[in-house]
C-alpha cells in the first residue's frame, strides 16, 4: 500500500520532536530521516495529482533536462529543523509548506549549469532570507537571480 502526503508527515513531526524535544540521536540523524522522507513525499504528491511542474521553453524542447525542486532540499531541512513544534497543526503545517516547496521545474542541463555556476544548486540565493528586499521568502528567488525566471511557461 501506498504511502500518503500526511502519513510522511506525521514521521517528520516524529522525527523532529525526537530529535528537538527528546534529544535522541544527531542533528546529521534527523537530516537523513528529513531528507529521505521530503524526497519521499514527491510519490504521493504526484500520484494524487498534487504536484506542481513548471517548465522552462528551452526544456520544452529537449531531450537534455533537468528535474529540479522549486525550493532546495537542503533549504526545506534547514527550515523544517527550525519550525515551532508547539503550532497548532503541526502536520497540516508542514504538508501545505512542503506541497507548496516540492513543485518541480524542467529545466534544459545549460540552466541547471547556471544554477551550479551561481551557487544556486542546493541554496537560495542572500535576498531570500533578507526581510527588506523584494525576494525575501519567495520560492522562485534562485531561478529570478539567474534570469532563468523570465523563460518559466507560467499557466502550464
Partial sequence: MPLSTTGICHHIVSSLKTYR????????????????????????????????????????????????????VNVIMKELLSIDLSLNNLTEHIENYLERSLTIVIITRKEDELLNKSGLQRSMPECYFDNQSDLYLDRWAR????????KIIKNK
Fill in 21 to 72: 524535544q527528546h534529544n535522541l540521536g544527531t542533528c546529521n540523524d534527523c537530516k537523513v530521516v528529513l531528507n529521505h522522507l521530503i524526497r519521499k513525499l514527491s510519490e504521493p504528491l504526484e500520484r494524487n495529482g498534487r504536484q506542481k511542474i513548471f517548465y522552462s521553453e528551452d526544456a520544452q524542447n529537449s531531450s537534455d533536462v533537468v528535474k529540479e525542486h522549486l525550493v532546495p
Fill in 143 to 150: 531561478y529570478k537571480c539567474t534570469g532563468i525566471y523570465d
